[in-house]
Structure formats: C-alpha cells, structure tokens
C-alpha cells in the first residue's frame, strides 16, 4: 500500500477538516441534533432512531431539519458514519425518498405505471 499517501491527508484533516451532507427526502423525514454527540433520526419508522456520534465527528443539522452535514477530521470516519446514516433508509428507485448524499444522483425507476 501507498502508505506515505495518507499523512498529508492527515495534515489537512486538523485544519480543515471534511464534511460530507445528507439529505433527508420524504414526508415526515427529519433529523434533529440531540446533544454535541448524537442524532436523533426519523425516516418512517416506529420509532426515531438515535445515532450516537463517535468521537472526532460532529454533525449539524439545517435546512428545517431535512439536511444533516458530518464533519470531523478524519475523511474516512466522516464517510463511514455518513455511509451508517444513509443505511437506516436508503433511497428508494422509485419515489426517490429515503436519506442520501447531497451530490448523490438517484437514477429513478420508471414505476409500473410509466412503463
């Protein structure tokens, strides 16, 4: 592996940091920040889900509780706690509702009807 690759990322990290935007589509969806350190997601379900934060990693909520930014230091935790958000719903083809990246392009089914 291209070891030597990864400390000016690291470099950046500290100063800059990097964030990665989730967008939440769908009638009722929203998230809200519980505390420095967690998330409290709703997509439909039961019940709301909690995602607990890991260190290093914060989140800020805007645009009336449908988008959600991950920010930390670390690129590949930044990721991979998006990657975790976006599970709990993916997109679905069809009506394009569930949690997605904000540059994230859905290619839409055509439903049954369109066919």
Do not use: W
């Not at 590949?76 to 706690?81: A, D, E, I, N, R």
């Amino acid at each position: 592996g291209r070891a030597g690759a990864r400390i000016p990322n690291m470099v950046t990290g500290a100063t800059t940091g990097c964030s990665k935007t989730l967008e939440l589509v769908g009638t009722g969806y929203r998230v809200d920040a519980r505390g420095p350190s967690a998330l409290e997601i709703d997509v439909g379900f039961s019940h709301k889900v909690d995602f607990p934060l890991p260190d290093g990693v914060s989140a800020e909520v805007t645009e009336k509780n449908l988008k959600v930014t991950i920010k930390g230091a670390d690129k590949q935790l930044v990721g991979q706690v998006a990657a975790n958000i976006r599970r709990l719903r993916p997109p679905e083809p069809y009506k394009g509702k569930g949690i997605r990246y904000d540059d994230e392009h859905i290619r839409r089914k055509v439903g049954k009807a369109g066919a």
